[in-house]
């Protein structure tokens, strides 16, 4: 019986009409998305006529994956020399080959130099001062700047660690566990085209923002709509009343949340990934400047699943969340408004000039915790019982025992609806 409830509120759920609606919007968000950052690839080609031709959307990405096969394979110092070299020769037999920013003008890039525009955002983030990313930083380097490449990083992480804070958010504990795994990364990297799984990281934040509304929007009602039909005359004094319909209630929103998220997720990266390809999937995230300082020692394919993993479990809380106050305020308008709050308030707080304890309770939220960009990035370190854990990694368990605990409440709550 108890699976027969469950059965029947979930196709509660998906049968009310908001749920349609706003699956739709989410549909044309994902298409938006997709054409956005399809529209934002820019490469340079020279034509047959011998003239530089910028390309965007598919016609760059197809020949960005074209120009890095030319230049992909291990960042070894070998690999590195090999590109310095030849930066240094185009520059040197190419008279009048710069502009007046001190980069090669457009001609020399399609001709030459596109392959590895990727490799020299890399030097400019490994070679330049603390703060900084000289893209003209190459100019100054020479073939024994090599066996600096790898050791730079570390440097330059340490650096970070030594500066003056007013409130530190680590301790020595906290900079000894981000120095070693800033060594834990894989030597030579591989580098490879890896556009898509970057682009799916950078969508990550506001397609799953948008999931977020959607799931609460959807069970906003869930419990409120019995109190507002009666239908609580019928089912309380039933031997299946109250605490196994509370359930079944709360079951049917788990696997519809479950369900929802993964499929608008993953409609979303099958439809990008088609248009960027799946290479790249086992390179590390440092290949790509703005990951190139992370202490998250993960390939991309493994970024992802982490990603989905800090998603689902922030929904899931959300739904949770969002079950509760519905039974508190009795109210759908009120409910998801007080949702919306506190999903979204956060987000105006600075964690930079809080000191360790508030900015990590601060950054679990679920509005921090979708930030998956600034996840990868920041070096959050949470100490569980004397074990130093990322944040990337603590966040979904945190976030899912939140989500565990908040059941008996809405279950006793419910259950204290008068027949």
């Known amino acids: 019986m108890t699976n027969s409830l469950t059965k029947l509120e979930f196709k509660k759920i998906i049968s009310n009409k908001a749920f349609k609606v706003a699956c739709f919007l989410a549909v044309i968000y994902i298409i938006g998305a997709l054409f956005d950052s399809i529209s934002l690839e820019r490469c340079w080609k020279l034509n047959n006529s011998g003239v530089t ?20 394979g291990y960042l070894d110092d070998k690999k590195i020399k090999e590109v ?20 090669f003008k457009d001609i020399i890039i399609a001709k030459y ?31 024994n700047s090599s066996k600096e490449f790898y050791s730079n990083r570390i440097k330059k992480i ?18 000894n566990k981000i120095i070693k795994e800033s060594k834990n990364l894989t030597k030579p990297m591989y580098y490879d085209y890896a556009d898509g799984w970057i682009r799916l990281m950078d969508n990550f934040f506001s397609l799953n923002l948008v999931i977020i509304f959607i799931l609460c929007f959807s069970v906003c009602s869930v419990f409120t709509e019995d ?10 004094p039933s031997i299946n009343g109250k605490t196994k319909l509370a359930l079944s209630k709360i079951k049917a929103s788990i696997i519809f949340t479950s369900i929802t998220y993964l499929v608008l997720n993953f409609l979303f990266a099958s439809l990008l990934l088609s248009f960027y390809g799946f290479s790249g999937w086992n390179c590390s995230i440092q290949i790509t400047p703005m990951y190139f300082l992370s202490i998250y020692n993960i390939k991309f394919y493994e970024a992802y699943i982490l990603a989905i993993i800090i998603g689902l479990s922030t929904c899931l809380f959300m739904v949770m969340l969002t079950l509760l106050l519905e ?35 601060i950054e679990i939220l679920p509005i921090k915790a979708i930030n998956y960009t600034h996840t990868l990035i920041k070096q959050s370190m949470y100490n569980v019982f004397g074990i130093e854990i990322l944040r990337g990694y603590i966040t979904p368990i945190i976030l ?6 908040v059941i008996p409440f809405i279950v006793k709550i419910y259950n204290k609806q008068q027949v």
Not at 227 to 236: E, K, R
Not at 400 to 405: S, T
């Open 53 to 72: 031709q910028k390309l965007s959307g598919i016609e760059a990405i197809k020949q960005k994956k074209v120009e890095v096969q030319k230049s992909k």
């Open 84 to 103: 310095i070299n030849y930066y240094q020769e185009l520059k040197n037999t190419n008279k009048d080959s710069m502009d007046q920013y001190g980069v």
């Open 113 to 143: 130099w596109q392959p590895y525009i990727g490799i020299q955002s890399l030097f400019a983030m490994a070679y330049s001062d603390l703060h900084t990313s000289d893209y003209t930083i190459i100019d100054t380097l020479t073939p």
């Open 158 to 175: 340490s650096g970070y660690l030594e500066l003056e804070y007013e409130h530190p958010q680590f301790d020595k504990v906290d900079a």
């Open 227 to 236: 109190i507002q039909n009666s239908m609580i005359l019928v089912v309380f």
């Open 327 to 361: 039974n508190i305020l009795k109210n759908a308008f009120l409910t998801i408004s007080a949702a919306s709050a506190f999903l979204l308030l956060p987000i105006l707080i600075n964690t930079e000039p809080l000191s360790k304890i508030p900015a990590n309770l």
């Open 400 to 405: 899912l025992i939140a989500g565990i605990a």
